[in-house]
Each structure stands twice: as structure tokens, then as C-alpha cells.
């Protein structure tokens, strides 16, 4: 049977997925409150790691290694970085790589990635999703999603970024998970709503959207699990 592994960053973006499991244990392992739950005939495990590379990088391999999933979900919100990909939108990310970490570290030091590309199968599914999605007023994005500790709320930092890596969007744990996920050949896909612009109005953006993207995503999860469960 598999095991599907889900992983959001905040309690908001994990309580619309909780919501539709049953069948819950809990448990708890380095301070990380693991939901150990049903959808229909799939098994899942589902976490809030909290904000962070190196929390998310923790989470993913206690999936690996105290549940044994065979696949891990990240979902959330995020900053757009591509003047197409509007708020509220959706971006599944085609591969991640760090904005915060040397290209040239990327490449001498292990796992000599570049960058971490998602699992095909898990892309065509959440595609195959947005195409039957009922959230008509979103558009959704195949693209590069980046990660780093900080968040991004400065136009001239956005600016950089973009020249350097031509991302889709920009958000705190997606590489980490897909980091983890690769050194240890478990697949992998992450999906980001847009919340904010990543510039200097992200305060007034992020405020009134958080919520909404957040529910996009889980939304979009929600509809994977279920193509996953057939």
C-alpha cells in the first residue's frame, strides 16, 4: 500500500487537507506533530514543519525514515516571480533549486545537483487536476520554483533573483524537501498558490490572500490524492 507523505509549512496550509482524512493517530517525533491518516484507500501522513530550509529538510526524512512513504507532497503559498503567475494562481514546480546557496556549491558539493527535478508522473497528475479545477477565477503554471531562508519582500532582491534564476515563484522550504526527497530516490512534487508579489506591497498582498492561496493549494492536494487513490 502507499504512503503518501504531505507537507506544509504552516497550520493554514495543511487544515483544509486534515480536514478531509480520517482515521487519525498522532504522533510526535522531534518536536513535529505527525497526523497519521486515511483518504479513501490511500495512507497518508500528514505534517506542519514550520517555517525554514533546514525544518522542512528534518520533516522529509522522518517521512523517509520513521513512515517510509513512497511519495512527498509539499504544499503552501508563495511569492510570484513571473509577472504572468497572478495571486491566488497556482505554480507546480517543474524543478526547485536554492536562491540563497553559490550555483558553484551546487555543483561541487553533494548531492552535485543544480537543482531537483520533480517527479514526472506526480507533474502530468496535478496537471491533469488543474485542467478539471472549478477555481475558474485561477490560472495555474508548470515552472521553477526557488527557496531560501528569507522572505521576500524587497523589489530590488525580487529583481536579482529573477535575473539569476528565472523562477516561477519564490517561497521558504519547497528545495529542502526536494533535497531530501532525491538523495533518498523517493518522488516528489511541489505546489504553491500565490499569496504576494515578493515586493515591496507584500505586506498589504500576503495579508488579504494568505488564506485564499493557501486553500488553492490544498485544494489542488486534495484532487492529486484523489487521481492517486484510484
Do not use: W
Not at 487537507?17 to 497518508?44: C, M, P, Q, R, W
Not at 506542519?48 to 503552501?76: E, H, M, P, R, Y
Amino acid at each position: 500500500m502507499s504512503v503518501i507523505g504531505i507537507i506544509g509549512a504552516m497550520t493554514i496550509e495543511i487544515e483544509t487537507i486534515k480536514d478531509n482524512l480520517s482515521t487519525f493517530t498522532e504522533k510526535n517525533y522531534a518536536g513535529f506533530h505527525f497526523y497519521v491518516a486515511k483518504y479513501k484507500n490511500l495512507d497518508v501522513v500528514l505534517v506542519s514543519c514550520s517555517g525554514g530550509k533546514v525544518n522542512a529538510a528534518c520533516c522529509s526524512q522522518i517521512l523517509i525514515d520513521k513512515f517510509c512513504v513512497d511519495k512527498i507532497i509539499n504544499t503552501g503559498i508563495a511569492g510570484s516571480l513571473n509577472p504572468k503567475v497572478k495571486l491566488c494562481d497556482t505554480v507546480i514546480s517543474k524543478d526547485l533549486t536554492y536562491h540563497d546557496v553559490r550555483k558553484i556549491q551546487m555543483k561541487t558539493c553533494f548531492p552535485f545537483m543544480e537543482s531537483f527535478k520533480a517527479d514526472d508522473e506526480l507533474i502530468q497528475l496535478a496537471l491533469k487536476v488543474c485542467d478539471a479545477s472549478d477555481l475558474e477565477d485561477f490560472d495555474y503554471h508548470l515552472g521553477r520554483i526557488v527557496t531560501g531562508d528569507a522572505f521576500i519582500s524587497d523589489s530590488a532582491l525580487k529583481s536579482s533573483i529573477i535575473e539569476q534564476y528565472d523562477p516561477y515563484c519564490v517561497e521558504m522550504e519547497g528545495s529542502a524537501i526536494a533535497h531530501v526527497s532525491a538523495i533518498n530516490n523517493v518522488p516528489f512534487l511541489v505546489i504553491r498558490s500565490i499569496s504576494d508579489n515578493a515586493d515591496n506591497n507584500v505586506d498589504i498582498d500576503y495579508d488579504q490572500f494568505e488564506k485564499i492561496a493557501a486553500n488553492n493549494s490544498a485544494i489542488l492536494v486534495l484532487g492529486l490524492l484523489d487521481l492517486l487513490s484510484k
